[in-house]
């Protein structure tokens, strides 16, 4: 299976706009995949499953630049909690460390060793839901 396969893809022009719809995306199961775009240039990106509800990765996802994170009910309190005990400079200090790496263990060690020293009692709950 390729690392991401785009299906369906709809695209649509009107005088002012130019939208892509019906997109299915084919991730393999585990895998993580992140699609990104200027949020500056009227391309706003959201993100929506496992991902965007582990307090583990809030940090990496808003120093990516995501400004819209669906996610189970029952993790926006710790979510919601890292967000507002951080700041925007830290998040993009762990993002400019983990882009260099060069496999997903090293990224998710770095980024876990992390969260867990700044964060546990958000993880704990995290991970008990």
């Not at 926006?76 to 790496?101: N, Y």
Request: aromatic residues 4%; glycine residues 10%.
């Amino acid at each position: 299976m390729p690392l991401l396969a785009l299906n369906n893809i709809e695209v649509v022009y009107d005088s002012v706009a130019l939208a892509v719809k019906g997109v299915s995306i084919d991730v393999e199961r585990g895998g993580l995949v992140a699609l990104l775009g200027a949020n500056g240039a009227g391309k706003p990106i959201s993100i929506c499953g496992d991902m965007a509800g582990d307090p583990a990765f809030t940090w990496v996802l808003l120093g990516l630049g995501l400004r819209s994170l669906s996610m189970s009910p029952h993790l926006i309190p710790a979510v919601k909690s890292i967000i507002g005990a951080s700041r925007l400079d830290e998040m993009e200090a762990l993002l400019a460390t983990v882009l260099p790496l060069r496999s997903e263990t090293q990224v998710e060690d770095l980024v876990m060793g992390v969260m867990r020293e700044r964060f546990p009692l958000e993880l704990a709950s995290a991970e008990k839901s």
